[in-house]
C-alpha cells in the first residue's frame, strides 16, 4: 500500500468531508458553537504542486486551547492548472490531521483502508470505534471543518501556486504567508497587514478567473 499514491476507490475531497460519526459530529457542532465558522479558523501554511499531486498544509487552533494549533494536511492527485478547480474537488485525496484523535480514535486507520490517510495505520482501534458506532471511514473534526471550507479557500490556494510557479527559478521559493479566510460579504483579504497585497475572492467557479497554466 504505502507504493500506491492514490486509491483505487477514487475518493474525493467531497467525498471525505461526509464522513463522520455521530459522535465527531456532536463534538463539531459543539467546536461551531465556541469558535465560530471553520474558514475563520483556517490558515494556509504551505502549498506546493507537482504534475502528480498538489498538497496543502493548513493549521487550525484547538478547540480546548486556541494558542493550541493543528496540522491538517489534504493532498490531492493530478490537479491540471487549466481544470484546477474541478480536479481539486473531484480527484482521488488524501488527508491527516495532527490531532490525537485521528490516529488514536481510528481515522487513520478507517482511512488508510481506502487508500485516502497519509499517515497510514493498521492497527484498529477496539475501544473508540465501538464509540464512534462503527468502523467505516471517518474524519476528525478539524479535517471535517476544513475540507467543508476549502471552496472558500480555492482560488487563494491557486493564487499561491502561481505565484510559486513564477518564482521556481530563484533559489529560493517565497514562503507562503497567513491568509484568514473573508467574510461573506467580502471581495478581497489583505495577505498580511504590512503590504498592499490583496488576494481577489470570488465565488468559484462562476466568478473566479483562472489563467489556467503556472508559467
Known amino acids: 500500500m504505502a507504493d500506491k499514491l492514490y486509491s483505487y476507490f477514487e475518493i474525493s475531497i467531497v467525498d471525505l468531508r461526509k464522513l463522520i460519526s455521530p459522535l465527531t459530529k456532536k463534538y463539531k457542532d459543539i467546536r461551531t458553537d465556541l469558535l465560530g465558522s471553520e474558514k475563520q479558523l483556517m490558515r494556509i501554511q504551505n502549498v ?30 493530478d490537479v491540471r492548472p487549466e481544470r484546477f478547480m474541478e480536479d481539486m474537488r473531484n480527484n482521488n485525496c488524501k488527508v491527516s490531521c495532527s490531532c490525537k484523535s485521528f490516529v488514536w480514535q481510528g481515522m ?26 462503527n468502523e467505516s471511514p471517518r474524519v476528525c473534526k ?33 514562503k507562503v504567508k497567513d491568509i484568514v479566510a473573508p467574510k461573506k460579504d467580502v471581495r478581497s483579504v489583505n495577505v498580511n497587514k504590512s503590504s498592499a497585497l490583496k488576494t481577489t475572492i470570488g465565488k468559484p467557479p462562476k466568478k473566479q478567473k483562472l489563467s489556467g497554466k503556472f508559467e
Open 48 to 77: 506546493t504542486y507537482s504534475p502528480k499531486f498538489t498538497k496543502v498544509r493548513f493549521t487550525v487552533p484547538s478547540t480546548e486551547k486556541k494558542s493550541k494549533k493543528y496540522s491538517v494536511n489534504v493532498q490531492v492527485a
Open 108 to 133: 487513520a486507520y478507517t482511512l488508510t483502508k481506502l487508500e485516502a490517510s497519509l499517515i497510514e495505520v493498521d492497527i484498529p482501534d477496539e475501544v473508540w470505534g465501538k464509540r464512534h458506532g
Open 142 to 174: 478539524h479535517l471535517k471543518g476544513v475540507l467543508g471550507s476549502m471552496n472558500t479557500f480555492y482560488p487563494i490556494i491557486y493564487g499561491e501556486l502561481e505565484k510559486k510557479m513564477k518564482n521556481k527559478n530563484k533559489k529560493s521559493m517565497p
